[in-house]
């Protein structure tokens, strides 16, 4: 098992251009999210999804959109990238929700907005 | 407001020293977890504590959840090159969307 896999690694974007982050999980989880990580601000949510065809917010979501076709993959989009979006985006996948249940988390994507 | 505080938020140490870092919160939590990320890496979960005054022993590291289920620490023993890392707590209040604190970055020097 290939696990949560996360494409592209490292993209660099200038301002208002728009790029879509892929996830992908081969576990059959119900639940997938999307963080963003900067220093000193740790891991915020941007956007997550109970379900295959349902997304929500979270902590962060302004200049995001996601979308949740299918059960497996968790698409995160930026329509017009800014420089405040330098950030590294982690995608999560896990079985239920609660604070019992595991996140399985991606290896990252490093993005540069010039 | 951070619901979960982590101190200290940086620890260098020589190898073979102990280490103690904390998470707390003014939050009751059914339970906290434990995260490591190494560089260039996504958090991994070391250990979930769900009871009030447990402790977890998972190699030399010590995981002790407070009796009240506020808060949490993390003890490591004779601290190796390899126990370097961001610890990151994370916990669910009642919304159920789990929580992370800002971590403890923690470098063993050899």
């Known amino acids: 098992n290939a696990g949560v896999t996360q494409t592209p690694k490292f993209r660099v974007l200038k301002t208002g251009q728009s790029m879509t982050l892929l996830c992908a999980q081969d576990?059959?989880?119900?639940?997938m999210y999307w963080y963003r990580q900067d220093p000193g601000m740790g891991l915020r949510l941007i956007h997550y999804?109970?379900?295959?065809?349902?997304?929500a917010k979270g902590e962060v979501p302004d200049g995001y959109n996601v979308s949740r076709l299918k059960k497996q993959n968790f698409l995160l989009g930026l329509e017009s990238a800014a420089p405040s979006q330098t950030s590294v985006y982690f995608c999560?996948?896990?079985?239920?929700?609660?604070?019992?249940?595991?996140?399985?988390f991606g290896p990252g994507t490093r993005l540069t907005v010039l | 407001t951070q619901l979960l505080e982590q101190s200290p938020q940086f620890l260098s140490i020589q190898e073979g020293e102990n280490l103690t870092v904390y998470c707390n919160s003014s939050?009751?939590?059914?339970?906290l977890q434990w995260y490591r990320q190494e560089p260039g890496e996504g958090p991994v979960l070391l250990v979930t504590?769900?009871?009030?005054?447990e402790v977890k022993k998972l190699k030399r590291l010590t995981f002790q959840f407070g009796d009240a289920r506020k808060d949490s620490s993390l003890h490591i023993t004779a601290a190796q090159p390899g126990d370097t890392g961001l610890y990151l707590c994370?916990?669910?209040?009642?919304?159920?969307?789990?929580?992370f604190g800002k971590g403890n970055q923690v470098v063993v020097i050899p």
């Open positions: 999804s109970v379900g295959e065809g349902t997304t």
């Open positions: 939050s009751v939590f059914s339970s």
């Open positions: 999560a996948s896990s079985r239920t929700s609660g604070g019992n249940n595991e996140q399985f």
């Open positions: 504590v769900v009871t009030g005054g």
């Open positions: 994370a916990g669910a209040p009642g919304n159920n969307r789990l929580a």
């Open positions: 576990m059959n989880h119900e639940y």
